[in-house]
T-cell receptor
């Protein structure tokens, strides 16, 4: 059974700092990995999707890496801003079965202080 | 192109009642997945529908059931509500394809069971 762990559970940083969020998963047979952002009480916004054959993806100030063999992914946020404050969720999509559902971590709650 | 929409936004029910939640998938998507997110946790996969048939199910009892319609919209039905069913219910749509399968989430329905 796939398990996804995100460390740390919460993080508080001053504005302008670069930061890294970590995600680990137990089964390396994944189809892809997605990073999401969730604002309080809201749905999920997809930030980056990395296919299993890829090593990293970039979008603006965000960069996500994937090391499938070691079961790890990182989300790097450059020059953090107060508007980046949210919960960041990592999810892996299973490699077996047609549904290939997403298995989520519990998230990292990020607070960027002005 | 419209995104994923869900209704209602909030719902309050009492234990033992039945509830129906609705989801309209993003234009061009043929697959709908439902997730349950308890407070402070990552979403948990309930089931997925593809071409009006269930295409995978998570560890949820049979009182959680669903439908997908020819226009790819979907319903989640929960019978005999329990207090632990209180959660944010998220719907995600995607295109079931070997090469492109990013999931896009709706804003969610907040269900409170009293």
């Amino acid at each position: 059974k796939q398990e996804v762990t995100q460390i740390p559970a919460a993080l508080s940083v001053p504005e302008g700092e670069n930061l890294v969020l970590n995600c680990s998963f137990t089964d390396s047979a994944i189809y892809n990995l997605q990073w999401f952002r969730q604002d309080p009480g809201k749905g999920l916004t997809s930030l980056l999707l990395i296919q299993s054959s890829q090593r990293e993806q970039t979008s603006g100030r965000l960069n996500a890496s994937l090391d499938k063999s070691s079961g790890r992914s990182t989300l790097y946020i450059a020059a953090s801003q107060p508007g980046d404050s949210a919960t960041y969720l990592c999810a892996v999509r299973g490699g077996l079965g047609s549904a290939r559902q997403l298995t989520f971590g519990s998230g990292t709650q990020l607070t960027v202080l002005p | 192109e419209t995104g994923v929409t869900q209704s209602p936004t909030h719902l309050i029910k009492t234990r033992g009642q039945q509830v129906t939640l609705r989801c309209s998938s993003q234009s061009g998507h043929n697959t709908v997945s439902w997730y349950q997110q308890a407070l402070g946790q990552g979403p948990q996969f309930i089931f997925q529908y593809y071409r009006e048939e269930e295409n995978g199910r998570g560890n949820f009892p049979p009182r959680f059931s669903g439908l997908q319609f020819p226009n790819y919209s979907s319903e989640l039905n929960v019978n005999a509500l329990e207090l632990d069913d209180s959660a944010l219910y998220l719907c995600a749509s995607s295109l079931l394809s070997p090469t492109y399968n990013e999931q896009f989430f709706g804003p969610g329905t907040r269900l409170t069971v009293l």
